[in-house]
């Protein structure tokens, strides 16, 4: 009898030990796969605010091929069940939103630059004095016509404030 009493009792030890491996096992499948979407997010974020629409769109490829072999069970496998799936779909639209927002602003800040050259290129080019200020009447812009009316050079008077360079009697 005795015998018997300690095989159930090794036999539920046993089993509490498998409980234990099966929650550890399933807090890590659990955990696991957003981590790693975390850090591909990061991954392809980076490649699209440095490469643009291009290179950003070739790190979500890769990063949803690595995700779903890596780190989405079954593992070692491209065959991917049904949660799996949704977890990679969600990803690679959320990577391609932000592909396409990085690449859009990246565009928007190469206008506004050309745009903000040509600007400084024509007014430069006056034959007029001009003096540009900034929203807090600090000069950002100064010709050489109004280099010569004032006496400051370019250098002396951008982020002067307006009022102690040019001077209406």
């Known amino acids: 009898r005795r015998i018997y009493t300690w095989k159930a009792n090794y036999t539920k030890r046993e089993t509490e030990e498998e409980l234990k491996k099966k929650r ?10 957003d981590i790693a979407l975390t850090t591909f997010s990061s991954w392809e974020q980076i490649g699209a605010w440095y490469g643009g629409l291009g290179p950003g769109l070739v790190v979500t ?3 949803s091929l690595s995700i779903g ?9 491209l065959v991917i069940e049904t949660e799996g799936l949704l977890r990679l779909g969600v990803f690679a639209l959320v990577a391609l939103l932000i592909s396409s927002l990085t690449a859009a602003r990246r565009r928007t800040a190469i206008a ?5 050259e040509q600007l400084r290129v024509t007014l430069s080019s006056i034959g007029d004095a001009v003096i540009a200020t900034d929203m807090h009447g600090r000069i950002t812009l100064i010709n050489a016509v109004a280099e010569s009316l004032t006496g400051w050079s370019s250098a002396e008077a951008i982020g002067q404030p307006l009022t102690s360079i040019f001077r209406i009697v």
Do not use: G
Request: glycine share 0%; aromatic share 18%.
């Open 24 to 33: 550890r096992k399933q807090a890590r499948e659990d955990w696991f796969p």
């Open 61 to 63: 490829l890769i990063a």
């Open 69 to 77: 072999y890596l780190f989405i069970p079954p593992y070692s496998s």
């Open 112 to 116: 506004a630059q050309a745009h903000s």
